[in-house]
């Protein structure tokens, strides 16, 4: 008895070492990657090119495409939005400041940057990966399902814009504000002069 269970054992054990190896190697190279930000975005937006690519060669997998731009809008929702919400959770200490008097808190997105890169990427390798099964291409007419998908982002990037001007984020760093100083009077009429 113990002779048949240790063979299925001993196979078992190699396959899980192998994918005990591989998310260990790529988790080590999503970790180095965490640091490049461009280098990220130039990757993805190369597989988002290929992707595209490959939609246009086969001219199919719209349907395919309608879900991955859904999904992406969704992602984008959750990049833009605030990680407390201050109409939908009870107002506490990490809330955004609503007054000029209040004292500044850094914008906390609900979805990270890194977080969502890496949705954005795997969502494209996926589609790309669907686009080889034919059970997925399911003829559709895809003007109306581009018309549809846009007038979705519009609708919802205004309820989100609203939003913004309505608590007062920004959802973009913009960098380290720099202050210049007031320039000296002698300086300024020397250059009326010139």
């Known amino acids: 008895m113990e002779g048949v269970g240790g063979d299925g054992a001993s196979q078992m054990a190699p396959l899980a070492k192998w994918r005990n190896d ?7 190279y999503l970790d180095r990657s965490t640091p ?22 086969v001219q199919g997998f719209y349907i395919v495409s309608y879900g991955l731009g859904i999904y992406i809008l969704n992602l ?4 833009l939005s605030p990680k407390i919400d201050p109409e939908l959770e009870a107002l506490d200490g990490a809330s955004l400041p609503t007054k ?6 850094p914008f906390i997105r609900r979805l990270p940057e890194f ?3 890496y949705a954005i990427t795997k969502a494209f390798c996926v589609a790309f990966f669907m686009t080889f099964f034919t059970v997925f291409d399911v003829p559709v007419f895809w003007p109306i399902l581009l018309c549809y998908w846009i007038v979705l982002f519009v609708l919802t990037m205004k309820r989100q814009i609203v939003h913004m001007i309505k608590y007062k984020y920004v959802p973009f760093n913009l960098g380290k504000q720099r202050y210049t100083g007031k320039k000296s009077a002698a300086s300024s009429s020397g250059s009326s002069r010139d």
């Open 22 to 28: 591989f998310s260990r190697t790529f988790q080590y």
């Open 36 to 57: 490049h930000p461009v280098q990220r975005w130039l990757g993805t937006l190369a597989a988002a090119a290929i992707y595209v690519l490959r939609v246009y060669f």
């Open 76 to 79: 984008l929702i959750g990049f």
């Open 100 to 105: 000029g008097s209040d004292e500044f808190r």
């Open 115 to 117: 977080k969502f890169w």
